[in-house]
């Protein structure tokens, strides 16, 4: 994701920081899951958006917004969500961190616009 | 940073999640800002650590994690970091967020590992 077009996330609202170091294994078949996952995603109720960014290295940080603690963890219920969990630990991924968080506050800041920070 | 040696952040800690898009200027001055940075922020009280990517179309995360809220605003009135910062508003950044939440749980998995999560 090159630009954020998602709102802020408001107070209260649940971030969910997955870190992970991929493997060297099987990036058709990552790529293919990863494209299936934002789809799927997207429609889940109570998802307001995310950050992604991978370095070269396979070292990376998503970061997905939730509107509240339960749809957070509806989304890790999902079916298809677990099975590509499943395979993530069993091809995709050398160690992964998951830190679930709450928004207490949030600023953007565009090139041309005054400093609210 | 590609590989997580601190440890997960508990209960309470407050997670700093720096969302930013990169211009193409300057890229030794980045760096050697951004070296410097990460050197006084590991002296810094409270500091716990942090993980950071960024991919090659310069859209990249930083999360830092803090002890508690006062650590993580006494880092943001450090005035070498107020300097850097100004700075990549002047240069560096295309646009930028910053999320601050508090961590409610975390996990980690490591390849051999069975899955706490």
Do not use: C, K, N
Not at 28 to 36: E, F, M, T, W
Not at 89 to 117: C, D, F, K, M, N
Request: aromatic share 10%; proline share 5%.
């Amino acid at each position: 994701m090159t630009d954020v077009t998602h709102p802020l996330p408001p107070q209260g609202a649940v971030a969910v920081i997955f870190v992970s170091m991929r493997t060297d294994a099987d990036q058709p078949g990552y790529d293919a899951a990863a494209g299936a996952m934002m789809a799927l995603v997207a429609r889940q109720p109570g998802y307001l958006g995310a950050d992604s960014a991978r370095g070269a290295d396979g070292f990376g940080i998503t970061v997905s917004y939730w509107a509240d603690e339960a749809s957070a963890r509806a989304w890790r219920a999902v079916a298809e969500h677990a099975a590509v969990r499943a395979l993530g630990r069993a091809r995709w991924y050398a160690h992964y961190r998951l830190i679930v968080s709450q928004v207490t506050r949030a600023y953007a800041w565009h090139r041309g616009e005054p400093v609210s920070e």
